[in-house]
Every structure is written in structure tokens, then in C-alpha cells.
T-cell receptor, first 115, second 112 residues
Framework: AQSVTQLDSQVPVFEEAPVELRCNYS??????LFWYVQYPNQGLQLLLK??????LVKGINGFEAEFNKSQTSFHLRKPSVHISDTAEYFC?????????????FGKGTKLSVIP | SQTIHQWPATLVQPVGSPLSLECTVE??????LYWYRQAAGRGLQLLFY??????ISSEVPQNLSASRPQDRQFILSSKKLLLSDSGFYLC???????????FGPGTRLTVL
């Protein structure tokens, strides 16, 4: 079984400032890692994913994340945020060995960008 | 490209009433399909997944059930709703070869 911990439930940040949203996971098997974004009353949109290879992955909207196997972390970063980045962000893991590829999500981090 | 339709978009139901939420997908065949529920402050919880017609796996014991009568149709049902069934229900499919899940627009259910 897997679990995901998002350490911050809310993160306020000023516009054009950098931001880091933290994610740690626990799993007894290898996992795939994902970050999703959710705008109010909408479904989830994939920001980026790590399957294998380079530990630094780049996604949409200028976001990037780094997979750290030793620290079991997958933190999301953006060097300069915009008002439009205000949303809720979810970190998720998927078991690479089970055929269902079901996702286990963290509880989410609400990012508020302050003008 | 894949598209997921969910309806209704919003629903208000009394306690004890039945429920039927529908999810249909386009642009793919024989996808893995998933139902998630998002309750306030609890993140997303996987309820059911299906790897094919008539094949349903339940992840959480509850008064909900799921069915997959056709390859591109996934239905979430209940015979008697509870207050705790309120939430945002999301249908998702597994994008073949990419291991990522693609989500539909969701159904907001309020049980009163």
C-alpha cells in the first residue's frame, strides 16, 4: 500500500515570488509520481509526472518537480507565480506493479497567490 | 484525444433516495475506468475501478456500487443515500501507454 503526505494544507505567496509545494510518499514498491491541479468546481488536470529517467521533470504552466528517492519526496516548484496559479494542487502516486494503476492522493495544498 | 462526460453536473438529493451517476468516455477503447470521491478536507478517495466490461473492483466498503455495462460507460449507484455520501464525484480513465489518469469534469452531489 502507498500513502502520500502533503505537508502544507495552505500556501499563500505573493505574485511573481517563487513557490514550493511539498510532497512525501511511502511505498513498499516502485511508484510513478504525479502532480495534478484543480481549479474551483472543476476536474483535475495533470501538471507533470515522473515515470523513470531524469529526476527533474518539467510540466505545464512553468511548473517543475524533482524526484528524490532517498527522501521519498516529489516537491513541486515554480520560480515565479501568477494570479492564475491560484488553485488546489494534489500529489499522487501509482503502484508500478499492480495492473490497476490506481492513484493514491495526498490531501491537497491550496495555493493562494496574492497580488 | 480522450474526452470524459459526466452527468449530471450537480445534484441535490434527500437522504434515503437512490442515486445514479453516469460517466461516458470517447476517443479510446477498453480503458481502465475509475470513480473517485472528493469530500471536504479529505482529498480524493478511490471508490471503484474497472479494467473491462462487467469487471468492477471496490476499494472502500460503503453503500455505493458501480457497473460497467458497456466499454465506454461507467455508472455509480446507490439504493439509499446517506448524508456522508455528499461530495464531488470524479470519473477518470487511464491514458494508454502513459500511466496517467485523465479526469472528467465531476458531479457535485449534496445529500440533505
Amino acid at each position: 500500500a502507498q500513502s502520500v503526505t502533503q505537508l502544507d494544507s495552505q500556501v499563500p505567496v505573493f505574485e511573481e515570488a517563487p513557490v514550493e509545494l511539498r510532497c512525501n510518499y511511502s511505498s513498499s514498491v516502485s511508484v510513478y509520481l504525479f502532480w495534478y491541479v484543480q481549479y474551483p468546481n472543476q476536474g483535475l488536470q495533470l501538471l507533470l509526472k515522473y515515470l523513470s529517467g531524469s529526476t527533474l521533470v518539467k510540466g505545464i504552466n512553468g511548473f517543475e518537480a524533482e524526484f528524490n528517492k532517498s527522501q521519498t519526496s516529489f516537491h513541486l516548484r515554480k520560480p515565479s507565480v501568477h494570479i492564475s496559479d491560484t488553485a488546489e494542487y494534489f500529489c499522487a502516486v501509482s503502484d508500478t506493479e499492480a495492473g490497476s494503476y490506481q492513484l493514491t492522493f495526498g490531501k491537497g495544498t491550496k495555493l493562494s497567490v496574492i497580488p | 484525444s480522450q474526452t470524459i462526460h459526466q452527468w449530471p453536473a450537480t445534484l441535490v438529493q434527500p437522504v434515503g433516495s437512490p442515486l445514479s451517476l453516469e460517466c461516458t468516455v470517447e476517443g479510446t477503447s477498453n480503458p481502465n475506468l475509475y470513480w473517485y470521491r472528493q469530500a471536504a478536507g479529505r482529498g480524493l478517495q478511490l471508490l471503484f475501478y474497472s479494467v473491462g466490461i462487467g469487471q468492477i473492483s471496490s476499494e472502500v466498503p460503503q453503500n455505493l456500487s458501480a457497473s460497467r455495462p458497456q466499454d465506454r460507460q461507467f455508472i455509480l449507484s446507490s439504493k439509499k443515500l446517506l448524508l456522508s455520501d455528499s461530495g464531488f464525484y470524479l470519473c477518470a480513465l487511464l491514458a494508454g501507454g502513459t500511466y496517467e489518469q485523465f479526469f472528467g469534469p465531476g458531479t457535485r452531489l449534496t445529500v440533505l
